[in-house]
């Protein structure tokens, strides 16, 4: 499903600040080289994730969900020269080329990047997380949500990417989708939950952003 046309899609792409070389390069080679090339964030969001680090101020990010670290490095663009983004991803194969990409963008220092699984790593993080950004497997939201909200500082941030997932949540559900089913309790438990306000944006595939209350 889309949101908007294709026209205004292309209308608000084309008055939001353009790609750096790096990241131009970046999603070149992701559409060139990668499976799943429509994971990647792209321009509209990624200027979206900058200027939500920029206007937090965040020093402490974790990312779940590095794939060819596009998110990672807009996210980066908007930390102070003493901020860090910690990043995790299952996916192995790819950590050579988010290397490379962190390096060329001149966050090296600045970005860590875990490889493993995410509800295995989140508990050994000793973190005091400003802004969390959720963007991996689906079926999992809920688990992330549970484990991330304690190490979120007082009003810090969680966004979560694909939570509209083209339209699915609307839909009838089919009880063998087990991604779509986790997105509906995802939405829920945020919407319920005492401790945040949030805000569901229909930017791309959805973003449910949740601020944890003072």
């Not at 969680?158 to 779509?180: F, Q, R």
Request: charged share 25%; with cysteine.
């Amino acid at each position: 499903m889309e949101f908007i046309s294709k026209e205004l899609d292309q209308y608000c792409n084309e008055h939001t600040s353009p790609e750096c070389e790096t990241l131009r390069s970046l999603n070149h080679e992701t559409h060139t080289s990668v499976l799943n090339p429509r994971m990647i964030s792209g321009n509209l969001q990624g200027q979206f994730l900058t200027m939500i680090s920029r206007m937090l101020k965040a020093k402490c990010i974790l990312e779940i969900g590095t794939y060819t670290g596009y998110s990672a490095i807009c996210l980066a663009k908007g930390l102070p020269p003493e901020g860090v983004i910690h990043t995790i991803d299952v996916n192995e194969e790819l950590e050579d080329m988010t290397t490379r990409y962190f390096k060329k963008a001149g966050f090296e220092h600045q970005i860590v990047q875990h490889i493993g699984e995410a509800s295995e790593i989140i508990p050994q993080l000793d973190l005091d997380i400003d802004l969390a950004f959720i963007d991996a497997d689906k079926k999992n939201y809920p688990l992330y949500f549970d484990l991330l909200i304690d190490k979120i500082n007082p009003g810090g941030w969680v966004i979560a990417d694909n939570v509209l997932w083209s339209g699915k949540v609307l839909e009838k559900l089919d009880p063998s989708d087990k991604a779509t089913q986790a997105l509906l309790e995802y939405n829920e438990k945020v919407q319920e939950h005492p401790d945040v306000e949030n805000l569901l944006l229909p930017l791309r595939d959805g973003l449910m952003i949740c601020r944890k209350k003072s």
